[in-house]
């Protein structure tokens, strides 16, 4: 079965610097998805960025990133220029190619000080 | 842009009482699940429908049963609620893509936090 661990309980940041979250799973598949969602206190889940295994370049939404580590089975989130509104619990997020269900971590929350 | 709509934000019940939580989406999507979110150990799929009267376990169905009748409408109940189903519970919905080169997302609700007393 596939397990995904973020083992960052907690992260923070000073505004406009850079963090990175970690994420790794394991998996025998070669064809997946990976996700990662942001839960700010409002508590709506909100994607952010997802990469498909099948391609090589890393994802990018303007301020978001990843870096995809298919061989080592890692799959960080790296935020640029930090905002307070960036402040939120963060899950990676595992889906095989042959399902539409989703494997979470146990989360991350980051705080943003000004 | 898709709505995914839980009809409580927050739901207090007692011991023994069936509780039913009720989830709502206007995408025409054939995916809807529910999870439970607890500190420490991320979300948990609780029940997944691939369709009208279809449904599938997820990792922690004990206690909970779902239903739907219609494609927009996914209902979780819990029988005979216990103080452990105190939680908070997420509903999402999503295109079906297994199988296929497409890379939906799943759209959430803003949860509802269930007390149990």
């Known amino acids: 079965a596939q397990t995904v661990t973020q083992s960052q309980p907690e992260m923070s940041v000073q505004e406009a610097e850079t963090v990175t979250l970690s994420c790794t799973y394991d998996?025998?598949?070669?064809?997946?998805?990976l996700f990662w969602y942001k839960q700010p206190p409002s508590r709506q889940m909100i994607l952010v960025i997802r990469q498909e295994a099948y391609k090589q370049q890393n994802a990018t939404e303007n301020r978001f990133s990843v870096n995809f580590q298919k061989a080592a089975k890692s799959f960080s989130l790296k935020i640029s220029d930090s905002q307070l509104g960036d402040a939120a619990m963060y899950f990676c997020?595992?889906?095989?190619?042959?399902?539409?269900?989703?494997?979470f971590g146990t989360g991350t929350r980051l705080q943003v000080f000004p | 842009d898709v709505k995914v709509t839980q009809s409580s934000r927050y739901l207090v019940k007692r011991t023994g009482e069936k509780v039913f939580l009720e989830c709502v989406q206007d995408m025409d999507h054939e995916n809807m699940f529910w999870y439970r979110q607890d500190p420490g150990l991320g979300l948990r799929l609780i029940y997944f429908?691939?369709?009208?009267?279809?449904?599938e376990k997820g990792d922690i169905p004990e206690g909970y049963s779902v239903s739907r009748e219609k494609k927009e409408r996914f209902s979780l109940i819990l029988e005979s609620a216990s103080t452990n189903q105190t939680s908070m519970y997420l509903c999402?919905?999503?295109?079906?893509?297994?199988?296929?080169?497409?890379?939906?997302?799943?759209?959430f609700g803003d949860g509802t936090r269930l007390s149990i007393l």
């Open positions: 429908s691939y369709d009208v009267k279809m449904k």
């Open positions: 998996t025998s598949e070669s064809d997946y998805y």
């Open positions: 997020a595992y889906r095989s190619y042959n399902t539409d269900k989703l494997i």
């Open positions: 999402a919905s999503s295109l079906g893509s297994a199988g296929e080169r497409g890379n939906q997302p799943q759209h």
